[in-house]
């Protein structure tokens, strides 16, 4: 059986995850109510992929067969100023998750979990795009933003995101 203090961390891992697709599902809400349909699917697409982190972190600690604790999820943001806000909360919020990714790799290190430092290496790399991502749609839209035409163009290209399963799977 695993390390506790590495089991712990994973599964508030997992809250942390749930509370992104909560967190996304909002600001999909959000965009659903501002009419626009494209940046909604956008998120609601995003929601799903953090579902699949989340059960990612929950087969991986069935597999060390240490014990999964679900926590309640906080409440997400759900009222946002203007289109820009959301955006610039996933940017904040992706270099939080990342931080907090970082901790865990930390974390089986000192204890000398390498099958959890191999393991994370997943979500490392995931995180870098995830930044990466969220950075780019900001700055698009910010380049955009003054253009009501340029931002219905942006929102029919978001439109096309298709969710396809965004984790491995583990054997
Ligand atoms: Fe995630
Ligand atoms: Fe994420």
Redesign the pocket.
Known sequence: MMNKKIADLINEQINK?LY?AYLYLAMANYYEEQGLKGFANYFAV?AK??QD?AMYFRDYLTLRNAPVVLKGIAEPKAVYANLREPLVVTVT??QE?TASIEGILEAAQKEKDYATVEFVQWYIR??AE?ESNAENYLAEFDFIADDKAAVFSMDHQLAGREYHKSTPTLG
């Open positions: 995850e992104s995003q992929e953090e982190h919020h992706e998750v995931e995180q995830e």
